[in-house]
């Protein structure tokens, strides 16, 4: 089964943040990276990538300095077949 690769970076250039806010990551900010393999299940057949202000990824527990919580919210959601 592939997993989530998750990498804190520090953008060189724009991107749209992928979570709730969808503002603007601008060259400097440091963002989160998700890398998803590609995965039968999810559908995907290339690496599929989201970038993640910090802010939103502390409203959804995935900032590496906080404890994972049982409330917390993938970023790739994975249906398993019935």
């Known amino acids: 089964m592939s ?3 998750t990498t804190e ?3 060189r250039k724009s991107h749209l943040c992928d979570g709730p806010c969808g503002m603007t990551i ?3 900010d ?3 990276e998700h890398r998803m393999p590609p995965n039968r299940t999810l559908g995907n057949n290339t690496t599929l990538v ?3 202000c910090l802010h939103c ?7 590496q300095d906080q404890a ?3 409330f ?3 970023l790739f959601d994975v249906d398993q077949p019935a």
Request: no cysteine; proline share 7%.
């Open 68 to 70: 994972l919580e049982h």
């Open 50 to 52: 989201k970038h993640e």
């Open 57 to 63: 990824a502390g409203r959804q527990a995935r900032r």
């Open 30 to 32: 440091t963002y989160l």
């Open 72 to 74: 917390a919210t993938p």
């Open 3 to 5: 997993r989530a690769i």
């Open 9 to 11: 970076r520090v953008a």
């Open 26 to 28: 601008r060259p400097g």
